[in-house]
């Protein structure tokens, strides 16, 4: 069964640093592309960041990049999420998601999607 | 403001058929990127309801279907029942953002 079981998330002041870990179990975990995705409660889904298998590739939105580092242990099978620089507006619950892909019709373009996702960590920013 | 446009809410009654829309534009679905919905249960993770606009994965009942047409995506749920009563997003990928991107959520209730 596949488990992803994220942990860190923590009150911490405005300028403040905090790492989130995200253990995965119930899979090859290295053979995974894998996403971090937070949620204001009550409001919608935002997608953070993602990092490749292998982890030589990441990208970031906008809004993290410079201040998140996201990252990936694949002997310990688990993902990492450095914040730093926090502000109010990271105030969130963190999910971790594995994302699996499919080819288009053309066979030469993948599609990704998230197909399990973690309960989430609470990150709250706050003087 | 999010990139793929939901409506607020949607409901109807049990046994009836609800659809539930998701707009992008010619940078995301338009651009034959697809459409993925997922159903968020209140205090729950989300869980993987639609990929690839029309695939449903094993464990998803049949009332639960995808469709895309040009910059817009479709969730239709028949049969209603009342676990149904959720949130649902649609998400897509965006070449001009380079991200992965997500509807503002749809609130079904079932009346």
């Known amino acids: 069964e596949v488990q992803l079981v994220e942990s860190g998330g923590d009150l911490v002041q405005p300028g403040g640093s905090l790492r989130l870990s995200c253990a995965a179990s119930g899979f090859t975990f290295s053979g995974y592309w894998m996403h971090w995705v937070r949620q204001v409660p009550g409001k919608e889904l935002v997608w953070v960041s993602r990092i490749n298998s292998d982890g030589s590739t990441t990208t970031y939105a906008d809004s993290v990049k410079g201040r998140f580092t996201i990252s990936r242990d694949n002997a310990k099978s688990t993902l990492y999420l450095q914040m730093n620089s926090l502000r109010a507006e990271d105030t969130a619950v963190y999910y971790c998601?594995?994302?699996?892909?499919?080819?288009?019709?053309?066979?030469?373009?993948?599609?990704?999607?998230?197909?399990?996702w973690g309960q989430g960590t609470l990150v709250t920013v706050s003087s | 403001q999010s990139v793929l446009t939901q409506p607020p809410s949607v409901s109807g009654a049990p046994g009836q058929r609800v659809i539930i829309s998701c707009t992008g534009n010619t940078s995301n679905i338009g651009a034959g990127y697809d459409a993925h919905w997922y159903q968020q249960l209140p205090g729950t993770a989300p869980k993987l309801l639609i990929y690839g606009n029309t695939n449903r994965p094993s464990g998803v009942p049949d009332r639960f279907s995808g469709s895309k047409s040009g910059t817009s995506a479709s969730l239709a749920i028949t049969g209603l029942q009342a676990e149904d009563e959720s949130d649902y997003y649609c998400q897509s990928y965006d070449s001009s953002l380079s991200g992965w991107v997500f509807g503002g959520g749809t609130k079904l209730t079932v009346l």
């Open positions: 998601a594995r994302v699996s892909y499919y080819y288009d019709s053309s066979g030469l373009s993948a599609r990704y999607y998230f197909d399990y």
